[in-house]
């Protein structure tokens, strides 16, 4: 919408995409079923994209599949809560020795509801900080989503089949999405390489070296926004605004493209990052792959 001529309107004009106004009523084996009746094959996969909903629109009723898909839930079991609470434990260290303000930061002196996918009741955020069910001492696990999109569990296993787009709060939306829905294409479509060393027919022996930690690397994120945003939507959501544009930049630099697009160092430091200078964005990662699939034919 802020580009020129081809852009998303001519897209949508031409039959490529069509849209549906309709809430998720549930999955099956290559389908998406909506309430109306609607059924929508899906090929690659499928991309959820909230809305101004804070947890995805359908309703996970197999709750064994919230700690696979990495959603706030209170159905983990013990064993998952132990193992995520020690990521946290060890997440929270890492940010505290890097940013030790954090540490001594205030508590909030008010409560806000946590909307829960399946749950029947609302969870508050008490004065120390901890997320409880105001009907049980049962704790919520928080969402736990890498570059808050991807389910750790199933990007380790090799399923690609689901990403959770704009499940963050910030103010720069256009080119957030923008970045997001790129790597979400590029994650569905296994062409990410920061990830090959998870995929074994197009991994190598140099990736074997030293694999990241997805399921670390989303706990640390996670982690630093609750911290980072107590007073906004922390304990619910990514919830940053400082912190944007260096979200961006590790999405684009997972897609292998280039961070400082303002073409000059004094403009990255003295000009607001704005729709324009994503302009380009998808011709420049499908050159990349054009590239990418030479080099491979001469190897």
Not at 22 to 34: A, F, I, K, Q, R
Not at 40 to 56: H, K, R
Not at 72 to 83: A, F, G, L, R
Not at 118 to 145: C, F, Q
């Amino acid at each position: 919408m802020n580009y020129p001529s081809p852009g998303i309107y001519s897209i949508i004009k031409s039959g490529q995409v069509k849209v549906h106004k309709d809430d998720v009523s549930h999955l099956s084996s290559g389908t998406l079923h909506l309430k109306s009746g609607t059924e929508v094959s899906c090929l690659a996969g499928i991309a959820l994209a909230t809305a101004w909903n804070t947890v995805p629109n359908p309703v996970f009723s197999q709750t064994e599949l919230h700690s696979d898909l990495g959603l706030p839930s209170i159905h983990y079991s013990n064993q998952d809560v132990k193992h995520m609470h020690a990521l946290d434990a060890r997440a929270d260290e890492e940010i505290f020795t890097g940013l030790p303000v954090l540490r001594d930061a205030p508590v909030p002196n008010f409560t806000q509801p946590l909307p829960l996918p399946g749950a029947n009741t609302t969870l508050d955020l008490e004065r120390d900080g901890k997320l409880v069910r105001t009907s049980n001492t049962h704790s919520a696990e928080p969402m736990r989503l890498y570059r808050f999109m991807a389910p750790p569990d199933l990007v380790i296993r090799g399923d690609r089949s689901i990403v959770f787009s704009s499940l963050v709060s910030n103010i720069q939306n256009c080119l957030r999405i923008h970045a997001q829905s790129l790597w979400a294409y590029a994650y569905l479509n296994r062409k990410l390489d920061s990830l090959d060393f998870l995929d074994t027919e197009t991994s190598t022996t140099e990736d074997a070296g030293n694999p990241p930690n997805l399921e670390y690397e989303a706990a640390l994120r996670n982690c630093f926004t609750r911290h980072r945003s107590i007073y906004g939507y922390g304990h619910k959501l990514p919830d940053f605004v400082f912190e944007q544009i260096p979200y961006c930049d590790v999405l684009l630099q997972d897609l292998e493209l280039r961070c400082l697009r303002k073409g000059s160092w004094w403009r990255g430091i003295g000009e607001p990052y704005g729709p324009d200078d994503c302009k380009g964005l998808v011709d420049e990662w499908l050159g990349l792959q054009e590239t990418n699939k030479d080099n491979k034919k001469k190897k």
